[in-house]
């Protein structure tokens, strides 16, 4: 059985956020494949809190590395990029001393690129766009990678997980499992191997539990959403449940859920790349919106205009930056309603992490 | 009676299109202006403009359609569509199937902005500044209303509005909102090697 059918029959999605069809994405580049592919493989990791690619780059790289050039054998490519964040240095160092250890045959095809450290540098049409031309800005779509990527040719850009769970597939070994990183008020925060029957719950107290009694929990990362705790924690970790980048984080009640979703709402409006005028202008009118409550007290006209304007630079930009910020911030809204509504600038709770 | 009222859709839904395409132009000549205010970001008027736009498609071709089907003019659909074709008020009616075709072909390009690239869209976009005059004079030389009270005051506010908004945009100078932000993200995300 060829790869791309065991990937296909595993049903393995994404790991980089998006959950696209692994399948889909190898069978677009092997029927345009002339020999030409490029296999770009992300471990740009710019998701803040994430740490599951620096985890696999640095303790399963030959996982990674088979992986990559599997993906290179099946659909017959004539390069691989190692795109790596320029801050992970011990993934980047484990991943070239791998690279060392490989056959001349596969080592010749190796070159690295260092992803600049912004949110979203890890976009697939950006780390084609810095391979290229060495800035990390998002660019139109289509053409869509897999159609004309690096240097215009069919290009796989697979994140660093997905291609470890590609390696063990064509080991004959099963793919199932997710990488998850635990975050926030969480005993011993970090990268957690589950299987896809597990419970974020369980997940948690696989853990060590919550350290703090929990508050809401953010399923996905920033591009993820707010859940009540008790609804969070009955969902299974399979992908496809909107697990996004794998990013579980808990908010403690001691902390103010208007001032930390006002801090992440700063953080993702100063992200942009300034392409396009939704994205920027309309995500720092929603950050500087949020701020205002923060800082003051919730007024219902500030409110209303969050609710509204979130829906309104939903698909107003090039790339997914505006959707992804919009999807967190009407979860938050939607949970941390009373909060919202009742914010006074001289509360109790501790302001942020 | 069904005849006239065919043919009072068509002055009214013309009269319509004339103050529709005029906001848009405003609004999509105070998009590039620094017009904001705390309960009116800046993207609200981007939005309002292609909204708006969309809408005077809904009109123009509600103006277009009742003019064909009407039997009291009988210009058939060939006329709608290729210019100076039509035997009646033919320079005039031919203005208006000009402009209607420069409009539909920046409409088409800014829902297809993404596929045809940014450079090609602008370039396009640009025809706006012809499809309004062009529209303005078919309107005004076809113009069963154009000396009436009521359209005289539509056509004066609408050339005011868009002069105003000319005016204001040619006083500016050329210049991008976007300009400063984009040049600073691309500068933390360049890594190219320094020549």
Redesign the interface.
């Known amino acids: 059985m060829s790869v791309i059918a065991q990937i296909e029959r595993a049903g393995l999605l994404g790991r980089g956020g998006a959950a696209f069809r692994t399948a889909n994405k190898w069978r677009a580049v092997a029927e345009r494949s002339r020999g030409n592919a490029v296999i770009v493989v992300n471990g740009a990791e710019g998701e803040p809190r994430s740490m599951k690619d620096r985890f696999v780059m640095t303790q399963r790289t030959e996982l990674v590395l088979d992986g990559a050039f599997v993906a290179a054998r099946e659909l017959r490519a004539n390069r691989v990029v190692l795109y790596i964040g320029e801050r992970h240095a011990a993934a980047r160092d484990a991943m070239l001393r791998a690279v060392q250890g490989r056959p001349e045959r596969e080592r010749r095809l190796v070159s690295v690129a260092l992803a600049p450290a912004r949110y979203v540098a890890g976009a697939e049409a950006a780390a084609i766009h810095f391979i290229d031309e060495g800035i990390a800005t998002p660019v139109n779509m289509p053409p869509y990678p897999v159609e004309r990527g690096v240097g215009g040719a069919p290009t796989l850009v697979q994140n660093v997980e997905t291609l470890a769970r590609v390696a063990l597939l064509a080991r004959g070994l099963p793919a199932g499992g997710t990488l998850i990183t635990l975050a926030g008020a969480v005993a011993s925060p970090g990268v957690l191997e589950v299987d896809s029957e597990t419970t974020i719950g369980e997940a948690l107290a696989g853990a060590g539990g919550m350290s703090e009694a929990p508050r809401a929990i953010l399923v996905g990362g920033y591009f993820g959403r707010w859940m009540e705790t008790q609804d969070a924690v009955a969902i299974g970790l399979a992908h496809g449940n909107g697990l996004g980048c794998g990013v579980i984080g808990v908010l403690p009640a001691s902390r103010c859920p208007v001032c930390e979703v006002a801090g992440i709402m700063r953080y993702l409006a100063s992200e942009s790349s300034a392409q396009c005028g939704p994205c920027f202008f309309g995500l720092r009118a929603l950050a500087d919106t949020c701020t205002q409550i923060a800082n003051d007290v919730s007024k219902p006209e500030d409110l209303s205009r969050l609710h509204r304007w979130a829906n309104d630079v939903r698909g107003r930009g090039a790339c997914k930056h505006p959707d992804g910020a919009a999807i967190f911030l009407s979860s938050a809204l939607d949970v941390f309603a009373r909060d919202f509504a009742n914010h006074r600038h001289t509360h109790a709770l501790s302001r942020t992490a | 009676m069904s005849d006239s009222i065919l043919w009072y859709t068509t002055r009214g839904a013309g009269a319509v299109t004339l103050i529709l395409l005029s906001s848009v132009v405003v609004l999509g000549i105070l998009?590039t202006q620094r017009v904001?205010s705390?309960?009116w970001?800046?993207?609200?008027t981007?939005?309002l403009h292609s909204n708006l736009a969309l809408m005077t498609l809904v009109f123009l071709a509600l103006h277009i359609v009742t003019a064909v089907v009407d039997p009291f003019t009988n210009l058939g659909w060939a006329a709608a569509f290729i210019p100076f074709d039509s035997y009646y008020r033919t320079f005039w009616l031919g203005l208006g199937v000009i402009s209607f075709e420069l409009l539909l072909a920046i409409i088409v390009t800014s829902l297809l902005r993404?596929?045809i690239?940014?450079r090609s869209w602008r370039a396009i976009h640009w025809l706006t500044y012809a499809v309004w005059p062009i529209g303005l004079v078919h309107g005004m030389g076809t113009g069963t209303d154009t000396w009436s009270a009521w359209m005289l005051g539509i056509t004066c506010a609408c050339v005011a509005a868009v002069a105003l908004a000319v005016v204001l945009r040619i006083s500016s100078g050329a210049q991008d909102?976007?300009a400063v932000?984009?040049a600073?993200?691309?500068g933390?995300?360049?890594?190219?090697?320094p020549r």
Do not use: C, I, M
């Open positions: 998009g904001q705390r309960s970001p800046r993207f609200l981007t939005g993404g596929f690239g940014h909102p976007l932000p984009r600073a993200f691309r933390a995300v360049d890594r190219r090697e």
